[in-house]
């Protein structure tokens, strides 16, 4: 792909999961440079570190609801910028909040004044506790705004109707990605979401702890196959959302087995109270990134969870 040769992009969010390998990719990708801006509120430099000796790229310690300046001109503004995880974000209900709405607005300001295109990360829980099947772009959702995941799904939406807003007044060039459940190296421990959870649980030889009764699905995207489909989105000209995610949908249940599986490894399957609001499915339909990206997820959840596993062994 021509599109990031010779190019400068900003990734808001750039020290977190996904942002620091999209960092990696566009460099790869030939970018000329590569500006991370984060305020390692759930991030870490850490996943910067085969980084930092690249003169191409620059991190910049910065929280993104405050304005952001840049140095000369920007051609893409990624903005990966929000807590992601449910334990995260009930954290940091306030900040979360904020994030993705001053943040974003900073971000399309920036973009804005640079003349630059913007890619905002949105995510599967717009639509909130889907009563559609698997989910389109064109449903709209299902979130009670009072709920305590409403915070992300919400400030996700407003950011959805921020961008749309700057794009219609401004004539902004802008891209959103509804992002659904994805996975990989790097994930935090601790940070609660499934996959580090039941991957550090095997590792430790714990028990596995479910939450209800594992019947609620989801539809896991090892975080290349996400990556791949940013820079695709990003150097198209489809404005309208577009689904990112792995269509192979598995019950919670079903997916402790699997990591089991993988590690070789881990305890009993123990049932643990279900969180207050937990969709009861989600499995994107990509139809639309099938069609206008030519993009669909090649790694499997088998391998995906291999590579993953090994990371996590690797830093023990
Ligand atoms: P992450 O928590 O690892 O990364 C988010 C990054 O944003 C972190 O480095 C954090 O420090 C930074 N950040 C948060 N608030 C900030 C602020 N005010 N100023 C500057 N930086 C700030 O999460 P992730 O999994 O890499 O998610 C990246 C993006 O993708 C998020 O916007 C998330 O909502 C979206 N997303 C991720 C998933 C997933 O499964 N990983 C699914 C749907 C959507
Ligand atoms: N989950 C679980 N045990 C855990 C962590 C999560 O059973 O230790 C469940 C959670 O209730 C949800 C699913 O796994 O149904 C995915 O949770 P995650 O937080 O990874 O993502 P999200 O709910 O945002 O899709």
Same mark, same amino acid.
């Given at each position: 792909m021509n599109t990031y040769r010779g190019k400068r992009i900003v990734v808001?969010?750039?020290?977190g999961f996904v942002?620091?390998?999209?960092?990696?990719r566009l460099l790869r990708e030939g970018a000329e440079a590569v500006t991370a801006i984060d305020n390692l509120v759930t991030g870490n430099r850490r996943n910067l570190a085969e980084l930092e000796s690249d003169a191409r790229f620059d991190f910049v310690h910065h929280d993104?609801?405050?304005?952001?300046?840049?140095?000369?001109?920007?051609?893409?503004?990624?903005?990966?910028?929000s807590p992601a995880s449910p334990i995260d974000y009930a954290q940091l209900w306030l900040e979360t909040m904020r994030v993705g709405s001053e943040g /974003? =607005?900073? $971000?399309?300001?920036l973009a804005e004044a640079k003349k630059a295109v913007f890619l905002q990360a949105s995510t599967s829980e717009i639509y909130g506790d889907p009563l559609e099947h698997p989910q389109r772009e064109s449903y709209s959702g299902n979130v009670d705004p009072t709920k305590p995941r409403s915070v992300y799904d919400e400030a996700k939406r407003y950011a959805e109707s921020l961008v749309s807003a700057f794009r219609r007044s401004r004539g902004l060039s802008t891209r959103i990605v509804r992002i659904f459940n994805t996975y990989g190296p790097r994930m935090r421990l601790e940070d609660g979401r499934v996959v580090p959870a039941f991957?550090?649980?095997?590792?430790?030889?714990?028990?596995? /702890? =479910?939450? $209800?009764?594992?019947?609620?699905t989801r539809s896991f995207c090892f975080v290349d196959d996400l990556v791949d489909g940013l820079v695709r989105l990003a150097a198209s000209d489809v404005m309208d959302p577009v689904n990112i995610g792995n269509p192979d949908e598995r019950t919670i249940k079903s997916f402790a087995e699997a990591v089991r599986a993988a590690a070789g490894s881990g305890g009993a399957i123990v049932s643990r109270p279900l969180p207050e609001g937990d969709p009861k499915q989600?499995?994107?339909?990509?139809t639309r990134a099938r069609t206008l990206l030519g993009w669909e997820p090649k790694v499997p959840l088998d391998e995906g969870l291999r590579r993953t596993i090994a990371w996590f062994r690797a830093q023990r």
């Open positions: 808001l969010g750039g020290a942002g620091s390998f999209l960092c990696e993104i609801c405050n304005p952001i300046t840049v140095k000369g001109p920007v051609d893409y503004v990624f903005n990966l910028a /974003t =607005l900073r $971000g399309l300001e991957v550090g649980q095997a590792l430790r030889g714990e028990d596995f /702890t =479910l939450f $209800g009764d594992g019947s609620q989600r499995r994107p339909d990509i």
